[in-house]
């Protein structure tokens, strides 16, 4: 059982390069999340999907763009990277949780961003 | 929105004690309060939630208390052990389609040591 995969877990990007970071799950989730990570800091929001052909924004959108097509995958978008990007990206998937049992946000191990 | 704060920043224990990491909230309108764990180079991983229609809750050596009216929740670790070095979050969110978008608190470093 894979989980959520993300790719790649390393990338070094100049600035004004665009690149994609990869996220599958196969949990057959309906939720997907994307949050940064910055030093120090607690995990903020970027983008979020309730299911496939449905994204919505975040707390921390801009610069930013996602799509989900399927149900399995969630890919974030960077079209112009800015030094402000650099962060550890983490892909998240769950379920709503019901009544009496836990419902966790199935987190991968992320992608290490550098822009320089 | 909501803000979550989270204390303290670093917390060192020796092995056998015990560890207690607390959290505020803002807005009385959470109602899901989950704690994660993370270790160096992956992803958080929850270890313990709770929901705001129950006041403690335990699994093993964890247990998460929440008070309502004070808006704060804490997680209680009890004989502390090496592998409970990490970075623990707090976060808190509704039980409604926006569940997963939790408002983090900032981490709390444990260190155990032998």
């Known amino acids: 059982n894979a989980g959520v995969t993300q790719t790649p877990k390393f990338r070094i990007l100049k600035i004004g390069q665009s690149m994609t970071l990869q996220c599958t799950q196969d949990?057959?989730?309906?939720?997907m999340y994307w949050y940064r990570q910055d030093p120090g800091m607690g995990l903020k929001l970027i983008y979020y999907?309730?299911?496939?052909?449905?994204?919505d924004k975040g707390e921390v959108p801009n610069g930013y763009n996602v799509s989900r097509s399927t149900t399995e995958d969630f890919p974030l978008r960077l079209e112009l990277a800015a030094p402000s990007q650099t962060s550890v990206y983490f892909c998240?998937?769950?379920?709503?949780?019901?009544?009496?049992?836990?419902?966790?946000?199935?987190f991968g191990n992320g992608t290490r961003l550098t822009v320089t | 929105g909501e803000n979550v704060e989270q204390h303290p920043s670093t917390l060192s224990v020796q092995e056998g004690d015990s560890a207690v990491i607390k959290c505020t909230y803002s807005?009385?309108?959470?109602?899901?309060f989950p704690w994660y764990k993370q270790e160096l180079g992956k992803g958080p991983q929850l270890i313990i939630d709770?929901?705001?229609?129950?006041g403690e809750k335990k699994d093993q050596r964890i247990a998460v208390t929440l008070n309502k009216t004070a808006k704060h929740f804490s997680l209680h670790i009890t004989e502390t052990q090496p592998e409970d070095s990490a970075v623990y979050f707090c976060?808190?969110?509704?039980?409604?389609?926006?569940?997963?978008?939790?408002?983090f608190g900032a981490g709390t470093q444990v260190v155990v040591t032998p």
């Open positions: 998240a998937s769950g379920k709503l949780p019901g009544q009496g049992y836990n419902s966790p946000l199935h």
């Open positions: 949990m057959n989730h309906n939720y």
């Open positions: 999907s309730v299911g496939a052909g449905i994204t």
């Open positions: 807005d009385s309108a959470s109602n899901y």
């Open positions: 709770i929901r705001s229609n129950v």
């Open positions: 976060a808190a969110s509704m039980t409604t389609d926006s569940w997963g978008k939790l408002q």
